[in-house]
């Protein structure tokens, strides 16, 4: 045992097993002490390479083969090569076992950031967050996502490869209105997906023909059957409408949609708790590496090669800078845990008056709460502290299409501190940053057309690439699709059409 | 408990190519769109290596619903230093990077050329994509296999000139060890004895002269062990291993007459080393013979070949005279696969193109795999062009002429000459 001579954990800056194992062990004796809740984890060696491979399947260690994960893969090798980016430090996946990517470029002390950052803080925040817990379910994701890859490589043996693609790519077009917002999805479990796959095919099929089912019963009268809408309640996820309802497609295609459909739901919970989730992970890394820090653990130079690159990452760079592109989630959320701490720890009087629930109160519960019970838009409405707002020297423009100017409508003085809190919040409410697209209609009796409704929050427009998006539209449901917005005098008009005539071949 | 450490360094090392063979498959269109403007842009000496490859965004943009520019839009920015409550300002023109305008334009807007390297093998099968040499198999099933010396660990006996010293040595040194051991375990013990001994008798008692007489008689067997035995000798095995020969020879026959301009050249240029390129996939060894001709053909080097500039008139067949005699001298067909690519501008002394037809009819066309004429020029076909119709009509498997009129056709007609024929 070295040890005794010193205290320090290992030295250099070449990385071993053994030494990520010692990391690990006295980060992890740390993270406990704090009470950190995690999952098991597990710690993968990966090159450059791999990491790019990784990066395509958004991180996902297995994933079925499509164009686009070439078409990303090229994109990140080409920009690496040229030295544009350098990858990420870290990647890690939301499973359990919570597995964390470390890559063999980086030095001992990065690996310990990585450790400390993903295997401790993310993985944490994996298990306790309340939307990570609905909404994903981390035992099954990788064997469904080995399910989803032999089931996709299957279709493409039985029905060739253009046919499994095009079907993806419409899938893909649709995929982030292809979730439910806030209907609760029943957990992913791989053996009641696999037992259920062949039931559900065959009552797939049944139900659909309810589209096909055109003469009216006896007993209806025909008024009312003209005035019931199809569905009756407009529905939000437009790709479980489609594998529901649309009346063409093979029992397959039904499947392929509905897997897309399911690995898009599991990663909604990621897009919405950013700020949080980065920011968490970046408090502990720092706080972690600290604490060994004051032990005795680990030396000056490991300190000082952390904090470079800690402060990389939390570096927000002022709106008029070359380098701003947006408020920097890790620079927010770090900020905001840290300023949370603080006002357990440290009130002063603002605090008291702005939080009177937590300043003074137990830190490491309030953490507990905060991470487990919000997502971004609710926690920066409840935490974000006007300290923290002078600090950043927050400000909200606005910007109105049917003005001539921008305007700045708060910024960090007391009167603007309640607007620009809730500002900030609504900036990361997905629901208004994604259009609200409905299914509204079927027209089971006509031609089935598909009638979607463009509900515009704050009359923002749709992009034009919404045609192409439409087109992916028709192709999935077979028949004509029609897509409505409203005018400004209120009526829904027609603003785009694209026609279909799909008929089954003999 | 100590973590689980999994080093995935060495396995599946492409992940991703799956998936990049999936995008230049679907992309196959403008991919090869792309190719033969890079061919048309850059030396066709430079062809080996890879290619940068553009593909429009649009093309490949993964379309969503998004939000697009209007409406009412509310966005937070930090590091406030001039504003105040209820200032306003002109907005930015639209797309930049100021206050107050929105991100970059979302995916699929406006997005530039996609842009990524393919590699050599990547862009040589696209460039090559579903051309085939032509009678390929024929000379493959006759061709005489050649054999090639290969190492093949060690052997006791051999050649003094193959004695691999390193293993002699290794292994006389390991004799020796073990000979001499218990020789060695001996002269100890009794060395031993011999200094306890002295200790306790004088120096000239029987016992002593005993063991001096033994230690002295164990020094000389342990001497006697040789140094090196004829059992030690390891000598480097060489086996021949069956080696099928792929080599080919190209003919490069070219007018340098006057009425071949350098622009012509360079075309013929073009066309040969697409066809030499096209040559190296499939063999593993060729070499290129230049012949030139105007109205004596001669072989010359790659440079003068291209370069040099020569007048007068033109006989074709001086330059197929001159092939032949070097596929006699140099290259006997059984050993190498011959091509031959004639380029001209189709001008030709008028009595020798028949000549030349029948030259190429009975003494060249069964020596070699095949053999393409281009003629180079934007009017109307020569009379050399119509002596060869007659052959390629008959010898369609073997002859093959195509036209060249611009730089725009060498990628086509080279692609025709060569296409994948159901045979």
């Known amino acids: ?506 | 408990m100590t973590v689980r450490i999994v080093d995935r360094r060495q396995d599946s090392r492409n992940k991703s190519s799956i998936n990049r063979g999936r995008f230049i498959r679907r992309f196959k269109g403008q991919i090869r769109q792309a190719v033969a403007d890079a061919i048309a842009k850059r030396g066709i000496r430079d062809l080996e290596s890879g290619e940068k490859i553009g593909v429009p965004g649009r093309d490949i943009s993964e379309p969503q619903f998004h939000h697009g520019q209007g409406g009412v839009r509310e966005r937070v920015h930090p590091g406030n230093d001039r504003f105040a409550q209820g200032d306003e300002m002109a907005r930015p023109p639209s797309g930049g990077q100021g206050q107050g305008s929105g991100k970059a334009s979302p995916d699929g807007e406006g997005m530039d050329e996609f842009v990524f390297t393919l590699t050599r093998d990547e862009f040589l099968d696209i460039f090559f994509d579903e051309l085939a040499l032509p009678n390929l198999v024929k000379r493959q099933l006759a061709r005489i296999d050649d054999f090639k010396r290969m190492r093949a660990g060690y052997t006791q006996n051999g050649v003094p000139t193959n004695i691999n010293l390193v293993r002699t040595m290794r292994g006389a040194a390991g004799r020796r060890v073990a000979i001499g051991g218990p020789y060695a375990a001996r002269l100890r013990r009794l060395q031993a004895e011999l200094e306890a001994a002295l200790d306790l008798v004088p120096p000239d008692a029987e016992e002593v002269e005993r063991l001096q007489r033994e230690i002295a008689c164990l020094k000389a067997q342990r001497e006697a062990i040789p140094f090196i035995d004829p059992f030690d000798l390891r000598y480097s095995n060489r086996i021949r291993v069956p080696q099928p020969s792929t080599q080919a020879v190209m003919f490069c026959l070219m007018d340098v007459s006057g009425s071949m301009d350098e622009a012509k050249k360079q075309m013929a240029k073009r066309f040969f080393m697409l066809l030499y390129l096209f040559l190296n996939r499939n063999y593993e060894h060729i070499e290129v013979v230049f012949i030139r001709h105007h109205t004596s053909a001669e072989e010359v080097d790659e440079d003068n070949f291209f370069h040099s500039r020569e007048t007068g008139g033109t006989i074709v067949s001086s330059a197929l005279k001159l092939m032949i005699e070097i596929i006699g001298e140099r290259y006997s067909s059984q050993a190498w696969n011959i091509y031959g690519a004639q380029a001209s501008d189709g001008d030709n002394w008028n009595d020798d193109s028949p000549v030349c037809r029948k030259l190429l009819a009975e003494s060249i066309l069964p020596l070699v795999q095949y053999f393409a004429y281009i003629e180079i020029t934007e009017g109307e076909p020569q009379n050399l062009w119509y002596e060869y119709q007659e052959l390629a009509a008959s010898q369609g498997g073997l002859f093959a002429q195509q036209r060249i009129a611009g730089p725009a056709d060498i990628y086509p007609v080279f692609r025709e000459l060569f296409r994948k024929r159901l045979v």
């Open chain 1, 1 to 506: 045992m070295t040890k005794k001579r010193s205290q320090l954990i290992a030295e250099g800056s070449d990385w071993t097993l053994e030494a990520i194992a010692q990391y690990d062990a006295e980060i992890g004796r740390v993270a406990r002490n704090y009470g950190l809740d995690t999952y098991r984890h597990q710690l993968e060696i990966i090159t450059a390479e791999q990491m790019m491979d990784a990066y395509a399947a958004i991180g996902m260690p297995v994933y079925y083969h499509h164009w686009s994960f070439g078409k990303h893969f090229l994109e990140t090798e080409n920009r690496y090569k040229r030295g544009q980016m350098g990858l990420a430090y870290e990647i890690v996946i939301n499973s359990d076992p919570c597995i964390a990517y470390l890559m063999e470029e980086n030095t001992l002390t990065m690996q310990a950031l990585v450790i400390a950052h993903a295997a401790y803080g993310h993985n944490s925040f994996f298990k306790g967050n309340h939307m990570f817990k609905q909404w994903t379910s981390a035992d099954a994701i990788v064997d469904y996502l080995v399910f989803a890859r032999n089931y996709i490589a299957e279709c493409e043996e039985r029905h060739g490869v253009d046919a499994v693609e095009s079907l993806i790519d419409a899938c893909h077009a649709l995929s982030n209105l292809g979730v439910d917002r806030y209907k609760r999805s029943p957990p992913l479990s791989l053996l009641k997906e696999k037992a259920r796959q062949q039931e559900r095919e065959a009552y797939l099929q049944a139900q659909v023909n309810d589209l096909w089912r055109t003469l009216p019963r006896r007993d209806l009268v025909v008024e009312e059957a003209e005035e019931r809408r199809f569905p009756a309640e407009p529905e939000e996820n437009l790709l479980y409408f489609v594998e529901k309802n649309a009346p063409l497609l093979e029992p397959w295609q039904r499947e392929i949609i509905r897997i897309v459909r399911k690995i898009g739901q599991y990663f909604y919970p990621q897009r919405q708790t950013q700020v949080m989730n980065e920011g968490w992970a970046t408090f502990w890394h720092y706080t972690l590496l600290n604490t060994l820090y004051d032990e005795g653990k680990v030396s000056d130079g490991f300190m000082l090669e952390f904090l470079q690159s800690h402060t990389n990452v939390v570096y927000q760079p002022p709106y008029n800078s070359n380098w701003y592109s947006g408020i920097n989630p890790y620079a927010l959320g770090f900020a905001m845990w840290q300023d949370i701490r603080r006002i357990c720890e440290r009130p002063d009087d603002e605090d008291r008056e702005w939080f009177p629930d937590i300043a003074g109160s137990d830190w490491r519960e309030t953490f507990d709460f905060a991470m487990r019970n919000f997502k971004d838009e609710s926690f920066i409405a409840q935490y974000l502290s006007p300290r923290l707002m002078r600090e950043f020297r927050l400000f909200a423009v606005l910007d109105d299409d049917s003005k001539p100017n921008l305007k700045v409508d708060a910024i960090h003085n007391t009167q603007g501190y309640r607007t620009l809190r809730q500002k900030l919040a609504e900036q990361y409410n997905l629901g208004s940053s994604d259009p609200n697209i409905q299914v509204w209609n079927v027209d089971l009796r006509g031609d089935r057309a598909l009638t979607l409704r463009h509900f515009a929050h704050q009359r923002r427009p749709l992009a034009d690439s919404s045609l192409v998006v439409l087109e992916h539209m028709a192709s999935l449901w077979g028949f004509n699709v029609r897509l409505e917005h409203q005018a400004r005098n209120g009526d829904w008009v027609l603003l785009a059409e694209r026609k279909t005539e799909r008929r089954r071949q003999a």
